[in-house]
């Protein structure tokens, strides 16, 4: 925030309400245990030791849509599981954002066919897309901070 | 003599009406059989002991397209003791293409007879529970056939971006 | 949300795979998946619970449903062979393998020696690879965390061999028709040779953590038993098949990419449950390490991809001062190659079984009709009856035992 270097050792800092909340939601997100394809297993790397996620406050994954805040769609959404990945999206409580990894994902990558859903946002609202077949690790990295940049910049009033 | 070769003169003595035909490919050794006849040909495949086909290892059905017969089933049994592999093809007609289940013979026949259902649209006399397996029960169509298109939506480049986000219904929350 | 349609599946149409208690209220009817992090994947499982005790179990598959069989039909054999894959995401190279093999059994092509070797290396590097990731997720379901992380970590090591010599982690698309894309980079057999240097060790730690584990050995031994002659009439193959003490192997049985050189053990346990199929697991990670090793002891120079021009491009080098080869790279990408009119069938032995694929072609460049019999679609359809009179919790168990890949069941 930068108010504590003006500030000096006060103890006192100034800031909006939006700085401190955004700054919280953009420190903490807690990313769905939810993989769909061969992106979730570069989404475990990135979870895992070599690439460590938990120093960007995401390492929580959880199981229930109810305890998330970021939807990482990572792999191939077919017609069959739109639905599905809709409910689990309903479910998860505001503020809540969304990842599309990968190129299947974003596009349906390499599969333009009867199977796929061409494109993740035409069923949930995407705020970050990762490009890559799948994303190395470290792509998947620079979305989280790609994430954190948006959120830190949100206006509360979009989540009132 | 090979297993192989004893299994063909074996059927083909005891099904003469039953194999149809016996083409060789690359080494492989395909039987032709008639859909009548399959079952019979299979049970007896599995429960002869000199031969001992215990392994029922794919079915994969093919559309030959604007060929008729239109659809040919591949059955690949396997002896799992005298590691002999046997292929054998049973042609379907384009209009009701339907073959006898094997799933009583081998279990493991279940759901390939379902994904060649789902997929291509061949019936199966005798399945226990033939249901669309890979896509929606509500699907309209089998996409493995030749004349299902295989779905294609418009590439956005620089020069249609526009156009296609107008009309594109992107979600909202 | 006009364009999702609500999957509408009555109990009617799925009154006959439930037992008549569940009409009355006696035994209760659960969903399982398609998101549940112990499915490993888009798995759904119908369940008739009495209690704890699952009395029927109906798998739902096709969440992962890519169309890729339809979509290789559409493309040039060289073309379809990006989407291989991409089907089994964690058998990448050897989905490759089987592919080509297949379509090199239909156009009848030759391989040189030193691709075959290069195969059968990265093969085994894979089936490690694919392991390391078995072994990290079933046992964090059996809530032994911290293996994921460690397997993981040794995980990343196969990832980085695979960018030296095919320039990404996972979708290499390394092993083409004919041969391997390009020769492995000149430190390619040293950094294998460190790695499998590396990796005993730390299988040892894994099965110190595991095998004395109270919890994991209560949790596996005496959990989904079934008999060697009820998983071959199942179609189960692979190391869950050889937990149940049956020698089939496609390594052994049907050889390929000259796996007949190779000296190597088909580990086989007898236990049928799900201890069992781990140990033949962790065994199979040992003879990978010894394949590969005598793989890098018989890797001698020579070509890497078939002399063939038909079924090859022509080398790099050329390209700059041929305009013949010019002509025939562009044409070889843009046209392919015709393949005659027939069906082959090629396998191989996946981390998880028998990896099939049946390969029809028309005469023309395009194939007629890809087929893959994958393993886990078929030992998936065992679940139903193995999972009967379990409970939930080993349920979990079973799945994790089995090895299945969403993207291989479904495609």
Known sequence: ?160 | MSHLERTISALQERFPHGVLGKAEFRGDITLQIDSASLVAVCRYLRDEPALGYNVLVDIGAVDYSPQEPRFALFYIVYALVQNTRLRLKVLLPGAEPVAPSISGIWPSANWPEREAFDMMGIGFEGHPDLRRILMPADWEGHPHRKDYPLGYEEVQFTFNKREIDARKKYATS | MSQVRELETTVEELKHLFSPRAATGETMLLNLGPQHPSTHGVLRLLLELDGEEVVSCIPDVGFLHTGIEKNMEAKTFLKALVMTDRMDYLNNMGNNLTYCLAIEKLCAIEVPERAQVLRVICAELQRIASHLVWLGTSAIDLNASSILIYCFRDRERIMDLFELIGGQRMMTSYIRPGGVWRDVPAEFPAAVESFLDYLPGKLDDYERLLDKNPIYLARTIDIGIVDGDEALAWGMTGPALRGSGVNFDVRRAMPYSGYENFEFEVPLETGCDVYARYRVRMREFRESIKIIRQGLRLLKPGPFITSDRKFAPPPRAELGRSMEAVIHHFKYWTDGFPAPDGEVYAATESPRGELGCLLAGDGGPNPRRVHFRTPSFNTLQVLSWLSRGYLVADLVAIIGSIDIVLGDVDR
């Open chain 1, 1 to 160: 925030m930068g108010a504590e270097q003006k500030l000096g050792n006060m103890g006192v800092v100034t800031t909006s309400l939006e700085t401190v909340v955004n700054w919280g939601r953009a420190g903490a997100i807690w990313p769905m245990l939810f993989g769909l394809a061969c992106c979730a297993m570069e989404m475990i790397a990135t979870q895992a030791g070599t690439y460590d996620a938990s120093r960007f406050g995401m390492e929580l994954m959880r199981a229930s849509p109810r305890q998330a805040d970021l939807m990482i769609v990572a792999g191939r959404v077919t017609r069959k599981m739109a639905p599905v990945l809709r409910r689990l999206y309903d479910q998860m409580p505001d503020p809540k954002w969304v990842i599309s990894m990968g190129d299947c994902a974003s596009c349906s990558g390499v599969f333009n066919n009867y199977a796929l859903v061409q494109g993740v946002d035409e069923v949930v609202p995407v705020d970050v897309y990762i490009a890559g077949c799948p994303p190395r690790p470290e792509a998947l990295i620079d979305g989280f901070l790609k994430l954190h940049e948006k959120v830190r910049g949100e206006k509360l009033a979009r989540w009132a």
